[in-house]
């Protein structure tokens, strides 16, 4: 069974809970966008299933940052039709640079606090992807930490102490790793 994770932002606002089959805080992400939504060094996702999403408190205080109008997706769609007007941009990953290019993806924050929710791309409607500094619930711990993207890290950040492997592309994918761990949660 998939482990249920209970998540909030700062502000006590908004309060959620998501099923996952992916629960380990594994892979820390510096690109310029995660370092930008989720402070000094990065980023770190959670997998987890969309139709189980529920939010039990602050539809109306979630917001989008995303480059899909509402029609493209019915999950978009639905949701969005739930919670009432959106704002929405199309995040760039590597500002200013030669590797500029728009993601796909949208990420939910809270409009009064700003911390964000979740990441969701269309491309896998199945998948969900909260932020694990927005999950309440205790996540077990990694044995080492995977960084992702070492090429999008400013040397002025400093990966983690301890085990760690870093990698300059996208490793495994959050199910795989946790299938190879032994930590995927049927």
């Known amino acids: 069974m998939p482990m249920k994770l209970e998540g ?9 809970t998501v ?8 892979q820390l992400c510096p690109c310029s966008i995660c370092r930008k939504v989720g402070g000094y060094n990065g980023a770190v996702n959670l997998g987890a299933i969309t139709s189980s999403l529920d939010i039990k408190k602050g539809k109306e205080l ?18 969005t039709a739930n919670i009432g007007a959106t704002r929405k941009y199309s995040a760039i990953k590597d500002r200013g640079t030669k590797k500029e290019q728009k993601c796909t993806s949208e990420r939910s924050f809270c409009s009064n ?10 491309e896998w409607p199945e ?14 711990v990694p044995e080492e930490m995977v960084c992702i993207l070492e090429g999008s890290k400013p040397e002025w950040v400093r990966w983690p102490e301890g085990k760690k ?15 190879e761990k032994g930590l995927y949660v049927e």
């Open 19 to 26: 099923d996952s089959n992916t629960p380990v805080p594994y």
């Open 165 to 179: 492997v870093v990698v300059k592309q996208y490793h495994l994918s959050l199910e795989d790793w946790h299938r």
């Open 113 to 122: 606090c700003s911390t964000m929710l979740w990441n969701y791309d269309a």
């Open 8 to 16: 909030s932002c700062q502000c006590g606002g908004v309060e959620f």
């Open 127 to 140: 998948l969900i992807h909260p932020f694990a500094s927005a999950i309440d619930t205790e996540l077990p």
């Open 62 to 79: 979630i917001k989008y940052a995303s480059p899909f109008s509402t029609g493209t997706h019915h999950w978009i769609l639905s949701f």
